[in-house]
Every structure is written in C-alpha cells, then in structure tokens.
C-alpha cells in the first residue's frame, strides 16, 4: 500500500512569510496528525484530527498555524507569519483505529531566515 | 501527564555485539508503548508496540523489546546489531484513554563495521 505522502520536502522561506505543507494520509486512515521535530528533540503533536473533526489542537500555536482537513482526507497545514523558531521537520503521520500505531511521511524540512 | 525519557543520547556498538536502547515512561493508567526508528532525511517508521500480553515484544528487523512495569522501562534490544541498523530511535508513549502519543527526545545508535 502506498504510505503517506507529504510536500513539498523542503523549504526556505524569510521571517514574516507564509508557508503550507500538504499532506495525504494512507487510505483508509481515519486520523491524520501534524507533528513539528526540532533538531535535538522527539516529535511534538501539533494538531490531531479524525475524519475532518479536530481531536486534539492544545499545543498548536493558533495566532500563526491552522490546519484543515476539509473532506476528511488530504490535509494542510499553514504557518503565518512565520518566525526564526519555526526552523523544523513538519512531520504528517496517519493511523487506524486512533490510538494504533501511525505511520509517518517524509517530512517537510522547512528553514526560516 | 504522560512522558518518555531516554537516558542515552548516543550508543555505540560493534557489529556483532547486542544492542541495548533504554527507555523509561510515566503515565497515569495503563501504557501503550511504542519504538519508531528514523534514518536520515525520512519520516518515523514503526519497529513494535506493546498493548498487552506478553512482556517481550518482538519487532521488525529483528528488534524487541522487554516491558517492565515495575521499573516502567520498555528498553529496545537486538541480539545481533548490523551496520545497517545505524539511525535514530524514538520511544513513545500514551495513556490507555488517551490517544495522545510522547516521545522521547531519541537516541542516536552507530553500529561499527
């Protein structure tokens, strides 16, 4: 089966810019999760969705990402305006049930200068 | 509140020779624990899980792992390691009634040739 696909794989933009990541989960995968990977550290959830409801955004930092997952399949993640400290891997992960084990995309490098 | 902690930052082994990645959790109920591996440039992959049952898990690529619930450690074991097996290893863990997943900050493995 094909895995989860994520773009673009990388990306360098300026402070104060905006930025979107796209993600496709596997099929079927009714949960979708959006992880930010500073260098030196594990994955932190960002935001976590069933179907095209949010589960989980507590950690999201809402005055500059949003997500959408408007039908329930494909996702986007934006950040705007963004800062030097969002230098990260944005990684896209989907499972099934929620709960089980998630399967992760290549992750988009994005670079803030 | 949940939390994963992985006392080594770097291991380093022979070819040949066992390979030991320690980890250690909190949670408030029941763990769900999980061991994700990533090479370089490329997302997470799952190696193996432990829900429930038997207290030695075993994994893709040859990997375990033993979980000890009252030293709450959930360490990753290969009786063999590869060169090959060079990469960065992630524990996770959520609670039974939560599907929120922690990692650990990951643990750096070089298997020399």
């Known amino acids: 089966e094909a895995g989860v696909a994520q773009s673009p794989r990388y990306k360098i933009i300026e402070k104060r810019q905006s930025v979107a990541f796209w993600c496709n989960p596997i099929s079927g995968h009714a949960t979708l999760y959006w992880y930010q990977q500073i260098l030196g550290q594990g994955p932190k959830l960002l935001i976590q969705f069933q179907n095209n409801g949010v589960v989980d955004d507590s950690q999201l930092p809402k005055d500059r990402f949003s997500a959408e997952r408007l039908k329930g399949v494909d996702s986007t993640l934006k950040i705007q305006p963004a800062k030097l400290e969002d230098s990260a891997v944005y990684l896209c992960?989907?499972?099934?049930?929620?709960?089980?084990?998630?399967?992760f995309g290549p992750g988009t490098r994005l670079t803030v200068l | 509140a949940q939390s994963v902690a992985q006392p080594e930052d770097q291991v380093n082994v022979a070819e040949g020779n066992p390979l030991t990645v320690k980890c250690t959790y909190s949670?408030?109920?029941?763990?769900?624990l999980f061991w994700y591996v990533q090479y370089p440039n490329r997302g997470l992959q799952f190696l193996l899980k432990y829900i429930t049952g038997d207290n030695l898990v075993k994994g893709s690529y040859g990997f375990e792992a033993e979980f000890n619930k009252s030293q709450t450690s959930f360490h990753l074991k290969k009786p063999s390691a590869l060169v090959s097996d060079s990469a960065l290893y992630f524990c996770a863990v959520r609670d039974e009634g939560d599907y929120k997943l922690s990692f650990g900050a990951g643990t750096t493995v070089t298997v020399r040739a």
């Open positions: 992960a989907s499972s099934f049930p929620a709960g089980n084990e998630q399967f």
């Open positions: 949670v408030s109920g029941n763990p769900y």
